[in-house]
């Protein structure tokens, strides 16, 4: 039987398409799996809300005292026994005007 080579053509083509969308689909969605905890936090930041895994307490320097994260907190240089930071997660959201969650402390 002979072939009709456009229609082949066409299903290569189809064919070649569909799974390069495919692939950069399953590319993308890899991509908002990997940001989606920090998307999460910074949702509950912008809604005056701590973050699940914002445990620790560090002085920012802007901000002041604040919650972060465990791994953020044992990054940081201590003075005085108090994890402190030029910046944190919290400084666009005091910036906003928004308000922040401030944990218990003793210092200022």
């Keep these: 039987k002979p072939q009709n080579t456009a229609n082949t053509e066409y ?3 189809t064919r070649h398409v569909r799974n ?3 692939t950069q689909m399953n590319g993308w ?5 990997l940001f ?3 998307l999460v936090d910074e949702a509950e930041r912008m809604a005056g809300r701590v973050p699940r895994n914002e445990t ?3 002085k920012c320097e802007r901000c002041g005292p604040v919650w972060a994260p465990p791994e953020v907190a044992a990054a940081l240089p201590v003075v005085k026994g108090i994890p402190r930071a ?3 997660p919290w400084c666009h959201v005091r910036k906003a005007g928004k308000a922040i ?3 218990l402390t003793s210092f200022g």
């Design 11 to 13: 299903k290569k083509t």
């Design 20 to 22: 390069a969308h495919y």
């Design 29 to 33: 969605l890899f991509v908002i799996d």
């Design 36 to 38: 989606r905890p920090s």
């Design 56 to 58: 620790e307490i560090i």
């Design 86 to 88: 030029l910046g944190c």
């Design 101 to 103: 969650p401030r944990p």
